[in-house]
């Protein structure tokens, strides 16, 4: 009796071999945290599940027994993406997107409220006529009565409270704010959501140069950030508008650090801070991006 000795299939090894790849470079690009340049930090634990199954999905395909005809094309549907995520890339700047920047509050630039939508192009509102009157179906003698509860109710909380209890780098008393770049997108968020509250304040912050003749004014800048909610695909410049006389002389993506004024300016309803400059000096560039989420 002649025994054969077993035969390799060399597509199901061929096929192991890039499961086996995918999952050690999805295990590298997240021990080494360079994941973060293409997806938020929240996705982590999504990546080391599918490096598991990668890596089970390698070991279980070399137990298939040998075929006749080997076919290894469709392995370059992991191939490429393994060599575009390990071969190295530079940061992104503003001339690679292929949008403006957004402000706080939700507002993006261009729109005509705080991410809200244009009503006109909202369709036709449903009939409310059919809707009963509130006094038909309830009696108002079952309302109870909240006159006890309204009576110990306390006194708001200033917003200034509010906000140094969360956030660092206020300083009430002189009205100053040094936003730090840890701060910087939570910081800009309470200023566009309570405005009024930092009116007059000076304030501090380090950002990248953004100018766009289309958005702003000729004396008009915006020290931004790169900010993602979800993945690389989404990246967002984020800032707000500054006054500076000499906007001229500032290049694009040169980083920056602003001295300023908080002043409101109103557009479309819309009550926004904006910063008059007092001193701008040379930054280094920050690495990274801001994950709001």
């Known amino acids: 009796m002649v025994v054969r000795p077993k035969l390799l299939n060399a597509q199901a090894f061929l096929e192991s071999l890039c499961c086996f790849s995918f999952s050690v470079s999805t295990l590298y690009l997240v021990t080494s945290g ?22 089970l999905w390698s070991w279980t395909g070399l137990g298939r027994p040998p075929q006749h005809k080997t076919r290894s094309a469709h392995c370059l549907v992991l191939a490429l993406p393994i060599l575009l995520l390990l071969l190295p890339h530079g940061p992104l700047s503003t001339s690679d997107l ?29 009939d409310l006529s059919a809707i009963p009157d509130p006094s ?29 209890a969360a956030l660092s780098g206020l300083d009430a ?19 566009f959501m309570n405005p009024d509250t930092y009116a007059g304040y000076a304030v501090k ?26 993945c690389v695909a989404d990246l967002l410049p984020y800032g707000m508008i500054c006054k500076y006389e000499k906007t001229e002389e500032l290049q694009n993506d040169t980083w920056v650090t602003v001295e300023g004024v908080i002043h409101i300016t109103e557009e479309n ?15 280094a560039a920050i690495e990274g991006y801001i994950y709001p989420f």
């Open 34 to 55: 360079q994941y973060l340049a293409y997806v938020t930090p929240r996705m982590k634990p999504y990546l080391y599940f599918t490096a598991a199954v990668m890596l």
């Open 98 to 126: 292929s949008y403006a920047f957004a402000r706080g509050g939700g507002a993006r630039s261009g729109d005509s409220t705080p991410g809200g939508p244009d009503i006109s192009e909202i369709g036709d509102l449903p």
């Open 136 to 164: 038909d179906i309830l009696d108002p003698s079952d309302i109870p009565d909240l006159s006890e509860l309204l009576s110990g109710e306390s006194p708001p909380v200033p917003q200034d409270s509010v906000a140094s």
């Open 173 to 191: 008393s002189a009205k100053r704010i040094t936003i730090s770049d840890g701060e910087f997108y939570p910081w800009l968020e309470e200023m």
């Open 205 to 230: 912050m380090t950002g990248f140069v953004l100018k766009d003749p289309e958005l702003l004014q000729p004396d008009e800048f915006v020290p931004a950030r790169l900010v993602m909610s979800c």
């Open 269 to 283: 309803g819309y009550r926004e801070p904006q910063a008059r400059i007092t001193a701008i000096t040379p930054a």
